[in-house]
């Protein structure tokens, strides 16, 4: 009877407490234009597949294959491949989608770690009338990477949102 009544005490405060407790912080990691300003290797890939790598239910790891398209910086790169974790906060990424990943290393898999922001969807750029590299975010990366300013708003919270699985704090009451 007492674990009963201690479970359903528990049950209630946490259901009755903020839905802020639920939200993962926020990781202290560098923004996209950071990465993009300190990175030595800037491109575009396709993700071709996607795997859990571990078989664990939950906090799973992924593995997957990737095609270069484009590179906008640097040597060629290595990458073939992406892993990374699904858990707060990690990266989400779409089979047959387009990112750009501004990296400051040529491993040949791409290692993304918690509130990673140096990959952002650009599948736009290459599903949009304009054709590959036309619309979206790829000319104005190209356009800084020259010299040029970004946009005040880039890379926008609708691509940010696209990428990274972190939920939004919810307003205070």
Same mark, same amino acid.
């Given at each position: ?11 209630? #405060?946490?259901?009755?407490? %903020?839905? /802020? ?5 926020? !990781?202290?990691? %560098?923004?996209? *234009? ?7 290797? /800037? ?5 071709? &597949? ?8 939950? $906090?799973?790891?992924? &593995? ?15 990458? &073939? ?11 989400? =990424? ?5 990112? +750009?990943?501004?990296? #400051?290393?040529?491993?040949? *898999?791409?290692? =993304?770690?918690?509130?990673?922001? &140096? ?30 300013? +970004? !946009?005040?708003?880039? %890379?926008?919270? $609708?691509? =940010?949102?696209?990428? *990274?699985?972190? !939920?939004?704090?919810?307003? %205070?009451?």
């Amino acid at each position: 009877m007492k674990t009963t009544t201690t479970t359903l005490a528990l049950l209630l #405060s946490l259901a009755a407490s %903020p839905m /802020v407790a639920f939200a993962c912080p926020q !990781p202290d990691a %560098p923004t996209f *234009v950071q990465n993009l300003d300190r990175a030595s290797h /800037v491109y575009v890939f396709r993700l071709m &597949s996607l795997e859990v790598a571990d078989g664990e239910p939950w $906090y799973s790891t992924l &593995s997957g294959r990737i095609n270069v398209v484009r590179t906008l910086k640097g040597a060629t790169p290595k990458a &073939s491949g992406v892993t990374y974790s699904i858990e707060c906060c990690n990266p989400k =990424l779409i089979v047959g989608r387009y990112y +750009l990943a501004a990296v #400051s290393n040529d491993a040949a *898999v791409l290692e =993304l770690v918690r509130g990673d922001q &140096s990959v952002i969807d650009v599948s736009d750029d290459f599903e949009a009338k304009g054709g590959a590299g036309k619309t979206g975010a790829i000319e104005p990366v190209q356009d800084h990477l020259a010299g040029q300013p +970004l !946009p005040a708003d880039f %890379p926008g919270g $609708y691509r =940010l949102e696209a990428t *990274v699985s972190c !939920p939004a704090m919810p307003p %205070p009451r």
